[in-house]
């Protein structure tokens, strides 16, 4: 079965950075268009970013300038650079498969926690 595990979140101070790791498995990685999402307590899920297996990006508005994402089709790991973190990124950050510009809910994974304060 396809798994997706999330790493590296944590604790940082605003302007800060982290880079979070998605390691896929039980897929053919390389053909599949990634997406990072994130949810904060209260809100519904939102989409971050988006990499096609080819490399063609996308992200939202409130993270452009800010976050980078990138894949490496070799160790079937998306990843997600953070950098200048605000108080408003805090949230569970997700991976999962984008299929016809959707995910697949019984993909989802535990996310990793991302709170950025003080």
């Known amino acids: 079965q396809v798994q997706l595990v999330e790493s590296g979140g944590g604790l940082v101070q605003p302007g800060g950075s982290l880079r979070l790791s998605c390691a896929a498995s039980?897929?053919?990685?390389?053909?599949?268009?990634m997406g990072w999402y994130r949810q904060a307590p209260g809100k519904q899920r939102e989409l971050v970013a988006t990499?096609?297996?080819?490399?063609?990006?996308y992200y939202t508005d409130s993270v452009k300038g800010r976050f980078t994402i990138s894949r490496d089709n070799g160790k079937n790991t998306v990843y997600l650079q953070m950098n200048s973190l605000k108080p408003e990124d805090t949230a569970v950050y997700y991976c999962?498969?984008?299929?016809?510009?959707?995910?697949?809910?019984?993909?989802w994974g535990q996310g990793t926690q991302v709170t950025v304060s003080s």
């Open positions: 999962n498969v984008r299929r016809g510009s959707s995910y697949r809910s019984e993909y």
């Open positions: 039980g897929m053919i990685f390389s053909s599949n268009a």
């Open positions: 990499i096609t297996g080819s490399g063609s990006t």
